[in-house]
């Protein structure tokens, strides 16, 4: 087995967030960092999931662990690896877990065994670096066979499981199943949601964590205007030719120039410079349902107004724990290449180049250009990229489904669908924002207020390190 992926976690300064926090909010987030770090003395945080870059969770750890690095805190993030076998079980377990068959696969001896064996292999090298009393957060079902093992070196193990259903069907029960013996010993669980607590778990380690956004990230910092318009121009994301070299600033501070193109999938071309766009920027999966949104865009979308659909997604050779990606990237070019050329021409599939910052900034753009921002979504976890386009207030419409309604207040910071499997009225509410652009603007200033006042990095700072110093029996409010 190659060696574990490490990510290279640079030190960021809080001092940022006093201009947008309230004093108070302020206080506690610094307060309770110091106090932290005292903590954590001769300690080590670590955390470990599948893939340092695609999909919500390697964004959140992205965004969150820097600055407990510039706090003082110890703190790591690893990878477990695996070959395609185990990918394919920790894909379906993904599936199940959201109460979807996926792929339709067993969870059998034989999967369990290749479970089993890749984590074991995983842990022969990871296991080395952990201390007893280190704390060791393992993220979501691809690294919860880690826990057992964890907790007999003596680690402090937190399983944070990011996805999850408050409707457990049988599909559902049969993951928890092949999980339960591994998760059942760990001193805490996180979910999301108070409702994803699993049968056969103990609700007194049951916490709920809420995942964010951090707003200096290259995917959520401020753009101007024309900073929209150079870095898509720039992207061949839209027609025209910039009028300057487009920068940004990358995670490390360094300064980045937007010189790659993106990649059109299908062959398609440029949204045209000035035309409606509505968005939805997800990974591609079935989950996500992009196919259902190319069919809602060709028979109730298109006809009544002159809106491009943009569909974003990542290069489907850059998320490592995602084998169904390139599936559902060419499902998706069949829906839009079998449209009458008049739609196909309205129908954007691309992905962003491999650079990651690059990559952000580009997301970034495209969802400050988009006139309404669409998430689809049958399932989900929770889906910060809808308080990514809440940030930069845009009217969203998306399925209630999952911590997709924690986010959105209906009909006040954007607008939920019962049925996310019903297009027409995600049709429908769509063609009533493009149209009437008074209301989508009272809708996206209502949704960046309620970003800013609960679902930014701060917020899970200060609950990640109050359940830390309760874990180790410190009180973070106070001295140490």
Request: hydrophobic letters at 40%; glycine letters at 8%.
């Amino acid at each position: 087995m190659n060696a574990q992926p490490e990510a290279d976690l640079a030190a960021l300064p809080v001092e940022p967030f006093a201009e947008l926090l309230s004093r108070s909010a302020y206080e506690q987030l610094s307060s309770t960092l110091r106090s932290g770090a005292r903590a954590m003395r001769g300690r080590t945080m670590w955390h470990v999931n599948t893939t340092l870059v695609g999909g919500g969770v390697a964004e959140m750890l992205g965004a969150m662990l820097p600055y407990l690095v510039g706090a003082g805190v110890d703190c790591r993030w690893v990878v477990v690896t695996g070959e395609d076998d185990y990918l394919e079980v920790t894909k379906r377990l993904h599936n199940f877990l959201h109460g979807f068959p996926g792929d339709g696969g067993e969870l059998g001896e034989r999967e369990a065994r290749i479970y089993e064996q890749t984590l074991e292999a995983n842990a022969a090298q990871l296991f080395p670096r952990i201390r007893a009393g280190d704390v060791v957060f393992v993220h979501d079902p691809q690294t919860a066979g880690l826990i057992p093992a964890l907790k007999r070196r003596g680690a402090v193990v937190v399983w944070h499981c990011h996805i999850g259903t408050e409707t457990p069907n049988d599909t559902v029960r049969r993951a928890w199943g092949f999980l339960r013996d591994a998760v059942c010993p760990a001193d805490r669980y996180i979910f999301s949601r108070r409702d994803y607590l699993w049968e056969g778990l103990d609700p007194a380690r049951h916490s709920v964590i809420r995942p964010s956004i951090d707003p200096f990230s290259a995917k959520n910092e401020h753009l101007e205007p024309d900073q929209v318009a150079a870095i898509l121009k720039a992207a061949d994301a839209v027609t025209g030719d910039p009028d300057r070299r487009p920068s940004f600033a990358r995670r490390d501070h360094r300064s980045g120039v937007v010189a790659m193109p993106v990649t059109h999938a299908g062959g398609g071309a440029p949204v045209p410079d000035g035309a409606p766009v509505v968005l939805q920027a997800s990974r591609w999966d079935r989950l996500k349902d992009p196919v259902g949104v190319i069919r809602l865009f060709a028979d109730h979308l298109a006809p009544p107004t002159d809106a491009h659909l943009v569909l974003m997604g990542p290069p489907v050779d850059g998320v490592a724990d995602d084998p169904e990606g390139l599936e559902v990237l060419t499902e998706s070019v069949e829906a839009a290449s079998s449209l009458p050329e008049a739609l196909r021409r309205r129908v954007h599939l691309m992905c962003p180049p491999a650079d990651g910052d690059q990559a952000d900034v580009i997301v970034n753009a495209m969802q400050r250009r988009a006139d309404v921002v669409i998430q689809k979504s049958l399932a989900e976890g929770f889906g910060l990229v809808v308080s990514e386009a809440m940030w930069k207030a845009r009217p969203v419409i998306a399925g209630r489904v999952g911590g997709i309604q924690d986010q959105i207040e209906h009909g006040v910071s954007g607008v939920l669908i019962d049925d996310p499997a019903d297009g027409a009225a995600f049709a429908s509410v769509t063609v009533e924002l493009l149209h009437d652009r008074a209301r989508a603007n009272e809708i996206g200033t209502a949704a960046r207020e309620r970003v800013v006042d609960r679902f930014l990095t701060p917020r899970q700072l200060v609950e990640t390190l109050g359940l830390t110093g309760e874990l180790i029996q410190v009180d973070l409010r106070g001295e140490v």
